[in-house]
């Protein structure tokens, strides 16, 4: 797997996979931190098109990514990602809606939980998922990085 660092206003992300298909970007802190595989291969080149739209993202000029996507997990974790990505931009879901629109709706918890293992955030937009009080929940880049990702998200729009 090739793998760079890319700047953005929460830090370094790590961006790996098989280019052009990204399956990780990683934070560069919190339970969503990755760090390369010692068979991974640095390539300051790699993925273009990832660093090209992220940076369109962080500065209002994207809503939405066009890359190619591998994210792995089960098949649950991936109807999970999948749902994720129909989240529009500047909304936020409940766990409870993600599992609802699954088709699981009592697999709240499991939901959670495959939101956690999300490999690719920002661009499979795990931040816009919240409790189901309105409560903003755990998040591998930490929560300063989701509040900062939603209120761009929001500040955009209005």
């Known amino acids: 797997m090739n793998y760079r660092y890319i700047e953005s206003p929460i830090g370094h992300l790590l961006?790996?996979?098989d280019e052009p298909r990204l399956k990780v970007i990683g934070f560069?802190?919190?339970k969503g931190m990755v760090t390369p595989g010692s068979d991974w291969v640095e390539?300051?080149?790699c993925f273009p098109q990832?660093?090209?739209?992220l940076g369109e993202y962080f500065s209002g000029e994207r809503l939405s990514f066009e890359l190619e996507l591998e994210p792995e997990g089960t098949p649950f974790q991936i109807a999970v990602l999948k749902s994720l990505v129909q989240?529009?931009?500047?909304e936020t879901r409940s766990y409870r809606d993600i599992a609802i629109?699954?088709?699981r709706?009592?697999?709240?918890r499991a939901v959670g939980?495959?939101?956690?293992?999300?490999?690719?955030?920002?661009?499979?937009p795990c931040h816009r998922v919240i409790g189901t009080n309105g409560s903003l929940t755990g998040f591998g880049g930490g929560l300063e990085a989701k509040t900062f990702l939603l209120e761009l998200e929001r500040k955009i729009l209005n």
């Open 113 to 124: 939980a495959a939101n956690g293992r999300n490999p690719l955030p920002i661009v499979i």
């Open 28 to 30: 560069p802190s919190g």
């Open 50 to 53: 990832a660093e090209i739209q």
């Open 105 to 108: 709706p009592k697999a709240v």
């Open 43 to 45: 390539d300051i080149s």
């Open 15 to 17: 961006l790996a996979g």
């Open 87 to 90: 989240i529009p931009y500047g």
């Open 101 to 103: 629109s699954i088709g």
